[in-house]
């Protein structure tokens, strides 16, 4: 496991884009699975930024997204897919071609877990899966406890999650109780992981990864068996930790 601690938010978003970045350029076909939530808005709006400058090319990549809340289509701004087009695709310029996100609104869902699968197999596997981390360890919407051989499926959204959403918000609006995710199946046949850590709530969660011990009780730790991880941390005692 490589670790990279940053001490601003600005060092913090810089090395997720250089790491994004660094694989792109290796390999531009590369197929990304992307984090909602605030930790990764410091990368989109970076890579955003190189690329309309023209120093990286996000042209020729495939994009997915990690997980989505059940009910919840792309028109919903709540729903993990129009944060998608609003913070990176539609700003980045990403072609529809390009992108394949969860529909949470599909009227089948185990079928749509079938299908987001295959496009994924269909792209050769995911090349760079960028991660977030939940207050209890989560990630994606993997919660404590879950199975670490499943593929895209749907699941039961913790309290814990929930509550921490609902503070998000800012609206006056009830998460849903159900979610679906990229599994951890998926995550750990990823080529490259990039786990994004930032805020002092996570505190419990992040020594759980740095205990070095997986536990199915915090999901994160699942990352410990695989070959390829990079954990950059935004380290600033005042704000973050
Ligand atoms: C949600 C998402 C995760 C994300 C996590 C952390 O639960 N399902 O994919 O990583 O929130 O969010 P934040 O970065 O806002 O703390």
């Not at 998608?84 to 695709?89: E, F, N, T």
């Amino acid at each position: 496991m490589r670790i990279i601690n940053t001490a601003t938010p600005h060092a913090f978003a810089s090395a997720a884009a250089d790491w994004t970045g660094d694989h792109l350029h290796d390999k531009p076909q590369s197929v990304l699975a992307l984090p909602t939530g605030n930790t990764p808005l410091g990368l989109y709006s970076e890579l955003i930024a190189r690329k309309l400058a023209g120093t990286l090319n996000l042209d020729e990549a495939k994009v997915f997204n990690l997980d989505e809340y059940c009910g919840l289509g792309q028109s919903n701004p709540h729903s993990y897919a129009a944060f998608m087009q609003r913070h990176l695709i539609v700003p980045a310029r990403l072609g529809a071609d390009r992108v394949r996100l969860l529909r949470g609104d599909a009227t089948d869902l185990e079928a749509e877990c079938h299908d987001y699968d295959a496009a994924v197999a269909d792209c050769g596997g995911i090349d760079l899966c960028v991660l977030g981390l939940g207050v209890n360890g989560h990630i994606a919407f993997n919660e404590p406890g879950s199975s670490w051989d499943l593929r895209t499926h749907v699941v039961h959204l913790s309290h814990a999650t929930r509550a921490a959403h609902e503070r998000q918000a800012q609206l006056p609006w009830q998460i849903p109780t159900w979610g679906v995710t990229m599994g951890i199946k998926t995550v750990l046949e990823s080529r490259h992981v990039l786990l994004l850590i930032a805020g002092s709530h996570k505190e419990t969660a992040r020594a759980a990864v740095f205990g070095g011990v997986a536990d199915s009780d915090w999901p994160v730790t699942s990352l410990l068996a695989h070959p390829s991880v990079t954990i950059i941390e935004l380290c600033s005692p005042a704000e973050n930790r």
